[in-house]
């Protein structure tokens, strides 16, 4: 069994749950945590079958698959899983496979009925549809869907799922990571670029690394670009309004 360092922020997230959620800003090791979880539970329990989903998928490289694959070289465990082009074989014949949700139908997701576990990567931006797919999709007993995000907006579906009403079922937690709560995230590159963002990006910085909501002026495309000022209507002059 693998001997995986785990930060206390995630250790709610180790018990067998339907829903476990992981959200913060940059550098928290959300991704890291559950690349490490899809590889043990793929040596814990041979013949599992695991989905690592985006909503926009147009290539292996936007996937979690080369996290995946650092992971199974980072503790050795070339012998035990198969790195193929579009998915990896694992131990008693099981396998992870990276997929898109935007490019299922109801009809095509019906192939995940019998996996073991989802896992949403960059969560903030599955649509409500793909959502609403997933979720009575993965039916097996004891399977699980996780789900790690930056948080974008309140209005996100799973950041409503997670976080919003209903959020107190039983069988879903979530945590808040951030960067302060990675015990490896040290004093290197990474952290250089958090506090040049907090001094010459302060606007973005809270969403960025402290995972608060993006904010309204963050999201104008002009926004910073534009500025207001009284006038006075030449005269001849008829003013329009438009809206995009």
């Not at 960067?179 to 004093?187: L, Q, T």
């Amino acid at each position: 069994m693998l001997d995986m360092p785990t930060a206390r922020v995630f250790l709610p997230l180790l018990a067998p749950c339907r829903y476990k959620g992981a959200y913060g800003g940059r550098g928290s090791g959300k991704s890291h945590f559950f690349g490490d979880c899809v590889v043990e539970e793929h040596l814990r329990t041979p013949g599992q079958r695991t989905v690592c989903i985006r909503e926009v998928q147009k290539s292996m490289e936007r996937s979690s698959r080369q996290l995946i694959v650092d992971k199974i070289g980072q503790y050795g465990l070339h012998a035990s899983f198969e790195v193929q082009d579009r998915m990896i074989r694992t131990p008693g014949d099981g396998i992870i496979i990276f997929q898109g949700m935007q490019s299922h139908t109801a009809d095509s997701i019906k192939s995940l009925e019998g996996f073991d576990r989802a896992w949403v990567e960059e969560a903030q931006s599955l649509s409500a549809h793909s959502w609403r797919l997933l979720r009575p999709t993965l039916r097996k007993a004891g399977s699980e869907i996780w789900a790690s995000w930056n948080p974008t907006s309140a209005q996100d579906p799973v950041d409503a799922f997670f976080r919003g009403a209903g959020a107190d079922r039983a069988d879903l937690v979530a945590v808040r990571a951030g960067w302060a709560d990675n015990p490896w995230f040290g004093a290197g590159a990474l952290d250089a670029e958090r506090l040049a963002d907090a001094r010459a990006r302060p606007e973005e910085y809270a969403h960025v690394w402290e995972g608060e909501y993006r904010s309204r002026s963050q999201a104008q495309v002009f926004a910073g670009q534009v500025e207001v000022r009284a006038f006075e209507t030449p005269e001849g002059i008829r003013p329009y309004y438009g809206v995009d």
